[in-house]
């Protein structure tokens, strides 16, 4: 099977499997994990923060943060295209008591600053306390597109002087940092809290990680413990995690590649238009013409047939992922399978 559903589908590598193997191990809820250890390290420096925790999914992570940000009846301002708002089961309201309060997403992922600005509360009995800002880079729903340091630095001057708390759910972020060849450092440098994912294009099988100063991760790891996040021997993923974070990192540029390389394969081909002509990252979506006849269902169910698997966010809108586990010689596979069943 050729599988473009997500990033998240990719599987360990006969080296990452070799290294979970021999992964030194402990109770990490003791703080005796070494893997773990050394993970949230390397996750925070490379990331330029104080300190790091290893949490099961991106879905806990952004949680976490909201919950450890944020108190029951405050407000998060967030776009309305955001994984955390769409994609997360209502976590942040139904966990913490804590209510989105969405703003449009422009075409290349950001929120405009007039609309944040609108969107704080000023101080009044009515009124929820407005308490963070979330974005989210790449962004998944926008195209897979990278926000720049120079529009996070200007949200981030918002948050400083409206006393907010900044977090970013960055599941992708090294993908925008290879895309738009910066440290990623320089991506998060203004925010006070931010998720990765490893589990995602990097390839490890489970986990993401949340960074911040040192003060924040202290208490997101007792919000970790009441979300039931806190794990035993969890060196064992972390492992892979590092692995991951060693010698995944410069890939990721070649799966932009490809997902570029899949978009002009596809561009003129009838019935579908391309969201992005060039794919900014890992991601094509394809919208499906008004007078094509078949639905995303359609499309998925009959490349399945021909060994592909396809995903969608609505029946007239497909999305493509390049990964870890695509190779170049399957770029054409699916390109012509395209043409078959559009055809
Ligand atoms: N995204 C998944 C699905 O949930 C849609 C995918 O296939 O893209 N933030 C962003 C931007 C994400 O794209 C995802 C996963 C998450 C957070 C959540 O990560 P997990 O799946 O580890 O909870």
Known sequence: ???????????????????????????????EDPSVNLLEEESASLLGKEAALFIP??????????????????????????HIFLNEAGGAAALGGVQPHIIPNQRDGTLKLEDILEAIRFDDIHHPRTRMIALENTHN?????????????????????HGLKFH???????NAASALDVEPSALVEPLDSVMFCLSK??????????????EFIMR????????????RQAGLIAAAGLHALRHHLPLLGEDHRRARELARGLADLPGISLMDPEPPTNMVYLKLEPDLPFSAEDIKRKLKRSGILIGYENLRLIRLVTHLWIRDQEIPVVIQAFKEVLS
């Open 57 to 82: 999914s991106g879905t806990m992570g952004n949680l976490a943060a909201v919950l450890t940000h944020c108190e029951r009846g405050s407000e998060i301002i967030l776009g309305d295209k955001a």
């Open 1 to 31: 099977m050729i599988d473009l559903r997500s990033d998240t589908v990719t599987l360990p590598t006969p080296e990452m499997r070799e290294v979970i193997a021999r992964a030194e191990v402990g109770d990490d809820v003791y703080g």
């Open 168 to 174: 970013l759910d960055g599941a992708r972020i090294f």
């Open 220 to 231: 997101a790891r007792r919000t970790r413990k009441m979300l039931g996040g806190a794990m």
């Open 141 to 161: 729903m926008c195209g897979g597109v990278s926000l720049t340091a120079e529009y996070t630095r200007s949200v981030g001057e918002i948050a400083r002087e």
């Open 201 to 214: 294009g990097l390839g490890a099988p489970v986990g993401s990680v949340l960074c911040g100063d040192g």
